[in-house]
Every structure is written in structure tokens, then in C-alpha cells.
């Protein structure tokens, strides 16, 4: 696998931390060197988060050049259009579509723009999924994360159970049937 840059972006309380975790680790157990960076200062649930994770056979640093990420994780639309002047021409856009308004928004400091996938797509190559949708057929709204990682993780050459693998190890014991089968879900996606 080339080298990966991949950039995660959201509001806290999505999961933003574990899900760097479970990517950096599976790149790990892959055999690739990482580095990975979460910029949570303002993770208290609403507040905007995002992390960087980059994947190759030796890895620097982790930050992310603008215009150099090959892969965004939207957790949230707003919050993915806010960090897409970050990928590649023809870079992959994965945004989970449902809205979650960060602080900003609610305390109407910001608006929420229209039209953000739709000027997405024009830029970039975009899988769409309302993650909390999947995440109520499986009976767990907490799942979006791992359900992203799903779809991303078919970009990457990583093998599929070494996903299942450190997913298992990370997630609470009483919730990894949820997320075993959300990052199926994402695997399985268009």
C-alpha cells in the first residue's frame, strides 16, 4: 500500500478518539509505521473535533499538509466540509449525513451551510451513509465510527479481520457484537 494520509473530523462525542485508535492500531499490526494526532481541546459533547492518522513504511509526523489527505472520515457534514480543503484532487470524502449542529451552530454564531455534499462531489469521490440510521437498525446509535471505518477500510491493504481484530480489543466487551457488525456494514457498502 502507498502511503495513506486520512483525517478525521467531527464534534465531540462521536468517537473521534477510538476511531484514530482502531485505524492507527490495525495499520500498526499490518506492519506500517504511523502516526496519528487528535485535536480535542474542544471535545465536550458539540465541540469541533478532528485527528489525523498517517500510514506508510516510515511516518515523520502526523500532521497533514493541506491538500495532501487522501482519505476524510466525516463523522459530521459540516464538520468533513469544513477540513475537505485538506484532500487530494479526487481525494475520498466518507461522510456519515446526519447532523449533528456543533456549539457554534447552536449558539448561531455559524450557520449550517446548504449544499456542502452536493460541492463535495463535485470536487471530490464521496460515500454518503446516515450512520445513526444503521446504527438504530442495529440497536446502537454509537456504531457511526466503526461504520465509517468499514467503507474506508476497503481502501486500505489491510487485511479485513485485523480490523475485526483490534476493533474487539477496543471497543467494551458488551458492545463489540454492535460494532463487529456496523464495521461490516461499512465494508459491504458501495
Request: hydrophobic share 35%.
Amino acid at each position: 500500500m502507498d502511503g495513506k494520509n486520512i483525517l478525521i473530523a467531527g464534534v465531540g462525542g462521536q468517537g473521534l478518539v477510538i476511531a484514530t485508535k482502531i485505524i492507527s492500531e490495525a495499520a500498526l499490526e499490518a506492519g506500517y509505521d504511523v502516526k496519528t494526532n487528535d485535536v480535542i481541546g474542544l471535545s465536550q459533547r458539540g465541540g469541533k473535533v478532528y485527528g489525523s492518522v498517517k500510514i506508510d513504511s516510515k511516518v515523520y509526523s502526523p500532521n497533514i499538509p493541506h491538500g495532501e489527505c487522501d482519505i476524510l472520515l466525516a463523522m459530521e457534514p459540516m464538520e468533513g466540509y469544513r477540513y475537505s480543503h485538506m484532500l487530494k484532487d479526487n481525494g475520498m470524502a466518507i461522510v456519515n449525513t446526519y447532523r449533528i449542529p456543533s456549539t457554534s451552530i447552536q449558539q448561531e454564531v455559524e450557520e449550517y451551510p446548504e449544499g456542502m455534499l452536493a460541492d463535495l462531489k463535485q470536487k471530490y469521490n464521496v460515500s454518503e451513509i446516515d450512520v445513526i440510521k444503521v446504527g438504530k437498525e442495529l440497536g446502537n446509535t454509537k456504531v457511526g465510527n466503526t461504520v465509517l471505518i468499514g467503507i474506508m477500510a476497503k481502501k486500505l491493504d489491510i487485511k479485513k479481520e485485523t480490523w475485526e481484530k483490534v476493533i474487539q480489543k477496543n471497543v467494551p466487551e458488551k458492545f463489540i457484537d454492535h460494532n463487529i457488525k456496523a464495521f461490516n456494514i461499512g465494508y459491504s457498502y458501495k
